[in-house]
C-alpha cells in the first residue's frame, strides 16, 4: 500500500500527485498547491509540509518545539500539544486540535484486534502474517469522556508490512513523548 507523504492517507491512481521527491494524496496536493493554483513537482517535502502546516493554521503563538510526522506538534514552553487532524483522524479537512499536557489523563496505542505493545514489537519481529484492523494512539482527557484519537490507517494492514511498521512506529513516538511531557509538568 502506497500512502501519502505528508498525511499517510491511502494514495490511489486518480489520488496521487508527485512533488520533486514522492507523492501525496489530493487533501494534501489542495493545500501544497495554495488551493491548486502553483504547481509541486518542484517543491521539496520540506516545502510540501510548510505548506500544509500553513493551510492547517496554527497559530503564532503555539511556539513549535518538536513535531512527530504530521500527527503531532509540541509546544513544550506552552506546555501544548496541537493534534494535526488528517483525513485518516476526521475524514475531512479539518482544523488542528490544541490541548494542554495539564488537561491529558492519559495516553495509549489502541489496537484492533487488541494487543499490548510488548506483543505488537513481537509479531513484527516475527514478520507474523497477522492483520490488524485499527491502529490508534488514544489520548483520555480529564475533563471528556470521548478520548482524542489519532488514527493511523483503516482497512486491514499485514503486521509485518512496512505500512504497518511506520505507523506503530509513529503512533509509539507519539505515545513516549505524551508521557515525557506529563513527567516534566508534574516535576
Ligand atoms: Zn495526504
Same mark, same amino acid.
Given at each position: 500500500? *502506497?500512502?501519502?507523504?505528508?498525511?499517510?492517507?491511502?494514495?490511489?491512481?486518480?489520488?496521487?500527485?508527485?512533488?520533486?521527491?514522492?507523492?501525496?494524496?489530493? *487533501?494534501?496536493?489542495?493545500?501544497?498547491s495554495?488551493?491548486?493554483?502553483?504547481?509541486?513537482?518542484?517543491?521539496?517535502?520540506?516545502?510540501? *509540509?510548510?505548506?500544509?502546516?500553513?493551510?492547517?493554521?496554527?497559530?503564532?503563538?503555539?511556539?513549535?518545539?518538536?513535531?512527530?510526522?504530521?500527527?503531532?506538534?509540541v509546544?513544550?514552553?506552552?506546555?501544548?500539544?496541537?493534534?494535526?487532524?488528517?483525513?485518516?483522524?476526521?475524514?475531512?479537512?479539518?482544523?488542528?486540535?490544541?490541548?494542554?499536557?495539564?488537561?491529558?489523563?492519559?495516553?495509549?496505542?489502541?489496537?484492533?484486534?487488541?494487543?499490548?505493545?510488548?506483543?505488537?514489537?513481537?509479531?513484527?519481529?516475527?514478520r507474523?502474517?497477522?492483520?490488524?484492523?485499527?491502529?490508534?494512539?488514544?489520548?483520555?482527557?480529564?475533563?471528556?469522556?470521548?478520548?482524542?484519537?489519532?488514527?493511523?490507517?483503516?482497512?486491514?494492514?499485514?503486521?509485518?508490512?512496512?505500512?504497518?511498521?511506520?505507523?506503530?512506529?509513529?503512533?509509539?513516538?507519539?505515545?513516549?513523548?505524551?508521557?515525557?511531557?506529563?513527567?516534566?509538568?508534574t516535576?
Amino acid at each position: 500500500m *502506497q500512502t501519502c507523504d505528508i498525511c499517510h492517507g491511502k494514495l490511489g491512481f486518480m489520488n496521487r500527485f508527485r512533488y520533486a521527491e514522492g507523492c501525496v494524496c489530493k *487533501q494534501c496536493y489542495q493545500k501544497a498547491s495554495r488551493q491548486f493554483t502553483e504547481t509541486i513537482t518542484g517543491k521539496s517535502y520540506k516545502e510540501i *509540509q510548510a505548506l500544509c502546516d500553513e493551510a492547517q493554521k496554527i497559530p503564532e503563538s503555539f511556539e513549535v518545539t518538536g513535531r512527530i510526522g504530521n500527527y503531532l506538534l509540541v509546544d513544550e514552553r506552552n506546555r501544548e500539544i496541537c493534534v494535526l487532524n488528517n483525513r485518516m483522524t476526521k475524514h475531512e479537512a479539518a482544523a488542528p486540535d490544541f490541548y494542554q499536557i495539564e488537561e491529558i489523563k492519559n495516553c495509549a496505542i489502541s489496537c484492533l484486534p487488541h494487543m499490548d505493545i510488548g506483543e505488537i514489537e513481537r509479531k513484527i519481529l516475527e514478520r507474523d502474517e497477522g492483520i490488524v484492523k485499527a491502529l490508534k494512539v488514544k489520548i483520555t482527557l480529564k475533563n471528556a469522556n470521548k478520548p482524542v484519537e489519532i488514527s493511523f490507517f483503516e482497512g486491514a494492514v499485514r503486521i509485518k508490512s512496512f505500512a504497518f511498521r511506520q505507523s506503530f512506529g509513529f503512533a509509539k513516538r507519539i505515545m513516549d513523548e505524551i508521557n515525557r511531557l506529563q513527567e516534566l509538568c508534574t516535576e
